[in-house]
T-cell receptor, first 113, second 116 residues
Framework: EPEVTQTPSHQVTQMGQEVILRCVPI?????FYWYRQILGQKVEFLVS????????KSEIFDDQFSVERPDGSNFTLKIRSTKLEDSAMYFC???????????FGPGTRLTVT | GNSVTQMEGPVTLSEEAFLTINCTYT??????LFWYVQYPGEGLQLLLK?????DKGSNKGFEATYRKETTSFHLEKGSVQVSDSAVYFC???????????????FGPGTSLSVIP
């Protein structure tokens, strides 16, 4: 069964550093999303992406965040200057056109020290 | 705005007990409703879904019925197993069938522990 993959599974970085989280959505999917889950809290929407542009973003998704689909397979989330409060699990998701079910990746745990 | 509320955990049950996790939602349109499960150390898995009023979603012995009149989508299972121990998230996608690609809005999650 096709699945969304994410790399790395765990990223440790120092405050102020840039990080790029990578996702490979399911190959024929067209809509892409990033969510985050701070430890012990609920899953929060960050951004949705379609047709090479942002469709919607939350108030969390400020100027420090950016997304890109650099090629036909990868979907990335960049945090330019990480803060301690960016420590969270980041989930990528994608949706095809056959159904509206969002398929989630396994997540990347980001730890900012 | 749209939101999801679910019962606070943690919930601890003995094996073979009956499970109910309450979920209610607030939405302006006709959302699709979901239950996601997160096993320890893993990502989010879709457990079941319902797209319109009175639909019943079911999977792995779990069921939930979309009740528009009470804006609820309670999760039930008749006999839980130790392997059901996980965090359960009620969620909605507020586009419904018309704009199917809207974001998913999650409830806070309910942690379930099943003891032998």
């Amino acid at each position: 069964e096709p699945e969304v993959t994410q790399t790395p599974s765990h990223q440790v970085t120092q405050m102020g550093q840039e990080v790029i989280l990578r996702c490979v959505p399911i190959s024929n999917h067209l809509y892409f999303y990033w969510y985050r889950q701070i430890l012990g809290q609920k899953v929060e929407f960050l951004v949705s992406f379609y047709n090479n542009e942002i469709s919607e973003k939350s108030e969390i998704f400020d100027d420090q965040f950016s997304v890109e689909r650099p090629d036909g397979s990868n979907f990335t989330l960049k945090i330019r200057s990480t803060k301690l409060e960016d420590s969270a699990m980041y989930f990528c998701a994608s949706v095809g056109t056959a159904s509206y079910e969002q398929y989630f990746g396994p997540g990347t745990r980001l730890t900012v020290t | 705005g749209n939101s999801v509320t679910q019962m606070e955990g943690p919930v601890t049950l003995s094996e073979e007990a009956f499970l109910t996790i309450n979920c209610t939602y607030t939405a302006t349109g006709y959302p699709s409703l979901f239950w996601y499960v997160q096993y320890p150390g893993e990502g989010l898995q879709l457990l079941l879904k319902a797209t319109k009023a009175d639909d019943k979603g079911s999977n792995k012995g779990f069921e939930a019925t979309y009740r528009k009149e009470t804006t609820s989508f309670h999760l039930e299972k008749g006999s839980v197993q130790v392997s059901d121990s996980a965090v359960y998230f009620c969620a909605l996608s507020d586009g419904g069938l018309m704009t199917s690609y809207d974001k998913v809005i999650f409830g806070p999650g309910t942690s379930l522990s099943v003891i032998p």
